[in-house]
Nanobody, 124 residues
Framework: VQLQAFGGGLVQAGGSLRLSCAAS????????EGWFRQAPGKEREFVTG????????FYADSVKGRFTISRDNAKNMVYLQMNSLKPEDTAVYYC??????????????????WGQGTLVTVSS
């Protein structure tokens, strides 16, 4: 399976962006998925996750109330709607798939398929 994340760009603080993650090669309807981000000089961190059905979602405290994750299993897509963006949200954003059999996780090592990342830059 391959993941491709896109939709990043430059936005002013307070603005919005919608990231998309397209999967190919395998249906992902049985897998939980997540978004992580990595800012320059920092470790990759969990942002948000969604169960295989989409019925459960999970957010880092830093983005709760501003970001929304969703998925469309028929299209093999996962989305990240980001509102009220802040300069500290600047990072490369990665979508990823949890190892089969695992549920939700915030740990990088529980994800075994990663997209290439898309850069989000929020100017002040």
């Amino acid at each position: 399976v391959q993941l491709q994340a896109f939709g990043g760009g430059l936005v002013q603080a307070g603005g919005s962006l919608r990231l998309s993650c397209a999967a190919s090669g395998r249906t992902l309807s049985s897998y939980a998925e997540g978004w992580f981000r990595q800012a320059p000089g920092k470790e990759r961190e969990f942002v948000t996750g969604i169960s295989w059905s989409g019925s459960s979602t999970f957010y880092a405290d830093s983005v709760k109330g501003r970001f929304t994750i969703s998925r469309d299993n028929a299209k093999n897509m996962v989305y990240l709607q980001m509102n009220s963006l802040k300069p500290e949200d600047t990072a490369v954003y990665y979508c990823a798939v949890v190892r089969y059999g695992l549920g939700h996780s915030t740990k990088v090592y529980d994800y075994d398929v990663w997209g290439q990342g898309t850069l989000v830059t929020v100017s002040s």
